[in-house]
């Protein structure tokens, strides 16, 4: 356990998130309290503008070796680290960045570790680009920027700008701007993977009760449809959960439904989540083909079967195969297939092995995600049992990946970060020319408003010319969500309302 002692609160949540990056899977105290291993102390001086920052330890400490990598302003930090900061507390991202970059610094002497993104925390490295781009700074002046206020490997700033130049190129080649796009949840699966923390529901225990769900969900669908009526609908998509726990008939009833309700005659990308290989069936997979489904997801994770039974996956790596090999027969010429780097038990043997087994199949992209390890997942709710798993992601296993998705011919097209993240790495999808998720990006980067559907999902609506997003939550319980479906419809016509009547001025 780590101490957080500060004297205000305004910037406890950020460094938290570093300590998190450093510690993850580390529990907090906000007081003094008994077995903490070390304290971090700050003090906010509003009168005298300055801010205070020590790491107290708690324990006996003996301190490695500095990273002999280390960037001038980490030395610059740590030769000044007994004064005080210098910040002016109205210029909030300021004081925020010169706090973590002290803090960062603190913690590389104390761990003699460097961290790929340096002190960034939030999850889109590539907006920070973009902005730049907009702003207009050359590519080298972004990544100069990104040194100095970050301490962003060189490696992670060149990721972030090629993927933010690809994200551009994609986007510039479609009207997104007038558009707006849908996702539909269907919250079950097969079974619960070990590090979920999404909406999903075993779906044994829910399949005398799916066709109340989809009564539900039809609802909101039309009255969404209703709700954007007249403006066009560049991509939809179907998650979860895993959408192919549903019945072939229930994929036909449902497609049909999205059919009659939307426009569907502008969409460039039509995706599914077949995710796991215990749901897809050669039935299923011909319902989504005859109801023109471009995009359809097969997610292995790992190719490993020791990893799939540890994880609760119960299906077997041969299926993964077969299944895509199925997909591919019948036709579908954009198969994604998810991969994570740092599941537990893994090595990069492991990772390797899984990287040979994709690139045999020849999928059209992958998602490279490094495993994170959320509040409500069983690897964290269930501590103790799983406590002498071995989990470790490596930058290594991350590069590897990366280059197997190069010899694959695919290049990083959207990239995000997640809190909890094993290592503090990142999430990647990598595609071959013409194949890229447009969705993906649109959610990611928050350029068009997504409309959603079922339990769990999340509305966000653009402001476009204010820059800003609302958004309108799903309850997630899905018997909460059949009750209440007029209630989530209510909540997005209210933040939709407040924009008169477009949802894109
Ligand atoms: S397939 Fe995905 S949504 Fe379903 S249990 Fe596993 S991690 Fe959760």
Same mark, same amino acid.
């Given at each position: 356990m780590i101490e957080i002692l500060l004297?205000?609160?305004?910037?406890e949540q950020d460094i938290r998130e570093l300590l998190m990056a450093f510690y993850p899977g580390e529990t907090f105290a906000y007081e003094p309290s008994p077995d903490t291993e070390f304290s971090v102390e700050g003090i906010i001086d509003k009168g005298r503008e300055w801010f205070s920052l020590k790491i107290i330890s708690h324990r006996q400490q003996d301190f490695p070796e500095l990273p002999p990598d280390l960037d001038e302003g980490v030395e610059e930090e740590l030769a000044h680290a007994e004064e005080p900061i210098k910040v002016d507390y109205d210029n909030r991202t300021e004081t925020k960045s010169r706090i973590k970059g002290r803090l960062y610094a603190l913690l590389v002497l104390r761990t003699g570790r460097l961290l790929p993104w340096g002190t960034l925390t939030g999850i889109r490295p590539t907006k920070i680009v973009m902005t730049k781009l907009g702003e207009g700074m050359s590519q080298s002046e972004i990544a100069s920027y990104m040194k100095r206020t970050y301490y962003t490997s060189h490696q992670k700033i060149e990721l972030a700008i090629k993927t933010a130049l690809y994200e551009r190129e994609l986007l510039g080649?479609?009207?997104?701007?007038n558009g707006c796009s849908l996702y539909i949840g269907?919250?079950?699966?097969?079974t619960t993977c070990l590090y979920c923390s999404f909406t999903s529901y075993p779906i044994e225990k829910w399949k005398e009760r799916t066709g109340l769900y989809l009564e539900a969900l039809y609802h909101e669908m039309g009255a969404v449809a209703d709700q954007i009526k007249g403006k066009t609908l560049d991509s939809v998509y179907f998650g979860g959960g895993?959408?192919? $726990?549903?019945s072939a008939e229930e994929l036909d009833q449902l497609l049909s439904k999205l059919e009659e309700l939307f426009?569907? $005659?502008?969409?460039k990308e039509l995706t599914v989540e077949?995710?796991?290989?215990?749901?897809?069936t050669r039935e299923k997979l011909m319902t989504l083909k005859n109801h023109g489904v471009t995009r359809i997801s097969i997610n292995p994770?790992?190719?490993q079967q020791r990893t799939l039974d540890l994880i609760g996956r119960r299906h077997t790596v041969d299926m993964v195969k077969n299944c895509f090999l199925m997909a591919r027969d019948m036709g579908f010429d954009n198969i994604n297939m998810d991969l994570i780097v740092g599941?537990?038990?893994?090595?990069m043997e492991d990772v390797r092995d899984t990287m040979e087994q994709i690139r045999a199949l020849a999928p059209d992209s992958i998602t490279v995600h490094s495993l994170a390890v959320k509040r409500a997942a069983r690897l964290n709710t269930m501590k103790e049992v799983y406590k002498d798993l071995k989990i470790v992601g490596t930058q290594e296993m991350i590069d590897l990946t990366a280059k197997y998705a190069a010899d694959m011919g695919m290049e990083p097209y959207y990239l995000y970060r997640q809190k909890n993240m094993a290592g503090n790495f990142e999430n990647v999808g990598y595609a071959r020319?013409?194949?890229?998720c447009l969705y993906n990006i649109l959610i990611m980067e928050e350029q068009q408003t997504i409309m959603a559907c079922g339990a769990g999902t999340t509305t966000k609506v653009l402001y476009r010319e204010e820059n800003r997003i609302e958004r309108a939550e799903n309850v997630k319980d899905v018997g909460q969500y059949m009750e209440r479906v007029e209630e989530m419809v209510g909540r997005k016509r209210r933040i939709l309302s407040s924009l008169g009547d477009s949802i894109y001025n």
């Open positions: 004297n205000d609160r305004a910037y080649a479609m009207d997104y701007e269907i919250p079950f699966c097969p895993t959408p192919t $726990s549903l426009d569907l $005659s502008h969409i077949a995710g796991r290989p215990d749901s897809i994770q790992t190719m599941l537990p038990q893994e090595d020319p013409g194949k890229a």
